[in-house]
Nanobody
């Protein structure tokens, strides 16, 4: 079964950059929709970005659009999240997730965490003022 492991979290100054990586191991088993979510203390898990690994289509939450970029490195079997111009509000635990693409519309739209079956343990990002 597919397993996910995040890395790259840490402390970064506001306005800076951070790259998160999600190493994917095991059989994909149809989990072609990969996404990043984040969860701040006391808040619900929030969609950040998704990528359909078969076609490359991406989607972003409005709060990160234009600043974050999700991408896949097929050679390394990784899903990356490049975070630019980070804000204090980006401080959260970031999770990688895998799900099956939706049928009848965009395969990996902006959707809630309930649509994803597999999760990593998370990596923490703290943005300093």
């Amino acid at each position: 079964q597919e397993q996910l492991m995040e890395s790259g979290g840490g402390s970064v100054e506001a306005g800076g950059t951070q790259r998160l990586s999600c190493a994917v191991s095991g059989s994909r088993s149809g989990y072609l929709c990969m996404a990043w979510f984040r969860q701040a203390p006391g808040e619900e898990r929030q969609f950040v970005a998704s990528i359909y690994t078969l076609g490359g289509q991406t989607n972003y939450d409005h709060s990160v659009k234009g600043r974050f970029t999700i991408s896949q490195n097929s050679a390394k079997n990784e899903i990356n999240l490049d975070m630019n111009s980070v804000k204090v509000a980006d401080t959260a635990m970031y999770y990688c997730a895998a799900g099956r693409p939706l049928i009848g519309g965009p395969p990996c739209p902006v959707i809630g965490p309930e649509y994803f079956d597999l999760w990593g343990q998370g990596t923490k990002v703290t943005v300093r003022r």
